[in-house]
C-alpha cells in the first residue's frame, strides 16, 4: 500500500488528533486554518487515512519552523516520508527550527537523522502540558549573499 502526498487542509490535523488522544501536543494545535491557508504544508494519505501530516512555517525570509505529527501507522511509511523532508529541508534556505518533547528518544534519532543539531538541551515546561523539550536547529545556504545586499 502506497502512500502520497496532498497539500495539508485543517481537517487532518483534527482526522490526526482524533487517533492521537494520548498525544497532548496534537489536541492543542490549534493553527490548522492558518496553516493551510499560508501553505508549505503538506499530510501524508495511505487508502484515504491521514498517517502524517507536517512542513514549514516561514517565521520570516530565512527563518522557519519545521512541525510534524504522525499517527501510529506512519512507521512503516518513514522512509517515504522522510525522505521527501530530507529533499525539501535541503533546498529551504537559512534556519530551520524544531522542538522534539525530551523523553521522546525516536524523534531525536529522527531529528538528528534529517541534519538537525541540539540548540537547547532543555525547554522547560514548553509544550502544552507542560513537558519539557528539546530545541534543535538547521542552517542551511543563505537566500542572499552580502553582495546581494549592498546591490552589487
Not at 89 to 106: A, N, Y
Not at 120 to 127: N, S
Amino acid at each position: 500500500m502506497m502512500g502520497k502526498f496532498v497539500p495539508f487542509e485543517a481537517w487532518h490535523a483534527a482526522d490526526v488528533t482524533a487517533r492521537n488522544k494520548d498525544t497532548p501536543y496534537i489536541v492543542a494545535f490549534t493553527a490548522a486554518e492558518m496553516l493551510e491557508e499560508v501553505g508549505g504544508s503538506f499530510s501524508y494519505l495511505v487508502d484515504g487515512e491521514i498517517v502524517a501530516c507536517g512542513g514549514l512555517i516561514e517565521q520570516w525570509a530565512g527563518r522557519h519552523q519545521a512541525w510534524m505529527f504522525f499517527t501510529p501507522a506512519a512507521g512503516k511509511h518513514m522512509l517515504a516520508i522522510t525522505s521527501r523532508i530530507k529533499r525539501t529541508l535541503e533546498v529551504t534556505p537559512g534556519r530551520i527550527e524544531m522542538t522534539v518533547i525530551k523523553d521522546f528518544e525516536l524523534g531525536h534519532r529522527w531529528a538528528k537523522m534529517l541534519g538537525f543539531g541540539v540548540e537547547t538541551p532543555c525547554l522547560k515546561a514548553y509544550g502544552p502540558a507542560g513537558e519539557d523539550h528539546v530545541g534543535y536547529v538547521r542552517v542551511g545556504a543563505l537566500k542572499s549573499t552580502q553582495r546581494d545586499l549592498v546591490g552589487a
